[in-house]
């Protein structure tokens, strides 16, 4: 009867160790977790600075005013004058 009981209580010993191990792998694992979450969020945040930062430049590179500045200080680019402008018809309809 004694070996029984010595059998019971090694048996109920292992499934505490196994629960108690099971349970700090878990835990183990959602610190992990956690940490991972918190280095993806940096980066999400770095990542938003950069978009915002590349529409900045985009919005600048696409500016009217620059553009124009550009070809007309740069290329050399004229206004058309009043004369120079010519106004091609097809069948009737101005393109």
Known sequence: MEKRNDRRLAVL??????VLFIYSSLNLKNVDLGYRLHELLLAEQ?????IDS???RKAEWLNIER???IVI????YQYPAAGQIIKVVENGRER
Do not use: C, P
Not at 13 to 18: E, T, V
Not at 73 to 76: F, Y
């Open 13 to 18: 010993a292992f499934f505490i160790f196994l």
């Open 46 to 50: 770095e990542l938003r600075l950069e």
């Open 54 to 56: 590349l529409r900045a």
């Open 67 to 69: 553009m124009e500045r």
């Open 73 to 76: 200080g740069e290329l050399g």
